[in-house]
C-alpha cells in the first residue's frame, strides 16, 4: 500500500461548489503539507501542519482552509470552488533528518477541475 | 522575479546522451538543495540531497551547487528512456521551524531510445 495516499484522484465540481480533498499517511511522520502544482509555475505551498495542533498558511492560502483531524490525516476544502482553483493538488508528509535535511514524501496528486 | 528560475523545457535528447538541468536562485539564505523526479501522474519523489556547494554523486546522476553563482545543477550520464519525467528543482531555507520547500517549475525531459 502507498504510504501517503489522496482521494478523490480526479474530481470536476462547479464554480460555486465545496468540495474536500482528502489526505492520509502511515509514515508516522507529523508534518503534513498541501501544494498545488500549475503548469510554468511548479509547486506552490497552500497550507502545512508540523502537528495537530499547528496549522500554518502557506504561500497562496486564499480561498482555502484545511483541518488536522489526526496525525495521519489532513484535509484540504475549496469553501466556494473557482475555476481558476482548477489544478493538481498534492499531499506531503516529511520528518526533520540529521544535519538539517528534510525529505518531503507526496501522494499521487488530485486532479481537479472547476467548470 | 520568481526566487527560483528553472526552464521549462521541454528537453529531448537520443538514448545514452548526457543530460544537464539547470535551476538559478536569487536567495542567499537557502541552504539546502533538492531535486525531484516526478513521472508522468505521479507525484515527485527525491532523487538527489545536498547541503553545501561542491558535488554530489549518486549512480548515473550527479547534482552540482555553487552557492557562489547561486546555480545548481543535475547531471544524468548514460541517460535512459526510464529518466525521461520532469525534474523539479527545489530549496530550503532554516527559518526556526518553518522548513519550507520553495520549488522551481520544472523541466520536462524525454529521452528517445
Known amino acids: 500500500d502507498a504510504d501517503v495516499t489522496q482521494t478523490p484522484r480526479n474530481r470536476i465540481t462547479k464554480t460555486g461548489k465545496r468540495i474536500m480533498l482528502e489526505c492520509s499517511q502511515t509514515?508516522?511522520?507529523?508534518?503534513m503539507y498541501w501544494y498545488r502544482q500549475d503548469p510554468g509555475l511548479g509547486l506552490r505551498l497552500i497550507y502545512y501542519s508540523f502537528d495537530v495542533k499547528d496549522i500554518n498558511k502557506g504561500e497562496i492560502s486564499d480561498g482555502y482552509s484545511v483541518s488536522r483531524q489526526a496525525q495521519a490525516k489532513f484535509s484540504l476544502s475549496l469553501e466556494s470552488a473557482i475555476p481558476n482553483q482548477t489544478a493538481l493538488y498534492f499531499c506531503?508528509?516529511?520528518?526533520?533528518?540529521?544535519?538539517?535535511?528534510?525529505?518531503?514524501?507526496f501522494g499521487p496528486g488530485t486532479r481537479l477541475l472547476v467548470l | 522575479q520568481k526566487e527560483v528560475e528553472q526552464d521549462p523545457g521541454p528537453l529531448s535528447v537520443p538514448e545514452g546522451a548526457i543530460v544537464s538541468l539547470n535551476c538559478t536562485y536569487s536567495n542567499s539564505a537557502f541552504q539546502y538543495f533538492m531535486w525531484y523526479r516526478q513521472y508522468s501522474r505521479k507525484g515527485p519523489e527525491l532523487l538527489m540531497y545536498t547541503y553545501s556547494s561542491g558535488n554530489k554523486e549518486d549512480g548515473r546522476f550527479t547534482a552540482q551547487v555553487d552557492k557562489s553563482s547561486k546555480y545548481i545543477s543535475l547531471f544524468i550520464r548514460d541517460s535512459q528512456p526510464s529518466d525521461s519525467a520532469t525534474y523539479l528543482c527545489?530549496?530550503?531555507?532554516?527559518?526556526?521551524?518553518?522548513?519550507?520547500?520553495?520549488f522551481g517549475s520544472g523541466t520536462q525531459l524525454t529521452v528517445l531510445p
Open positions: 506531503a508528509t516529511s520528518e526533520p533528518g540529521d544535519r538539517g535535511q528534510e525529505t518531503q514524501y
Open positions: 509514515k508516522g511522520h507529523d508534518r
Open positions: 527545489a530549496m530550503s531555507i532554516t527559518s526556526g521551524s518553518a522548513r519550507q520547500l520553495t
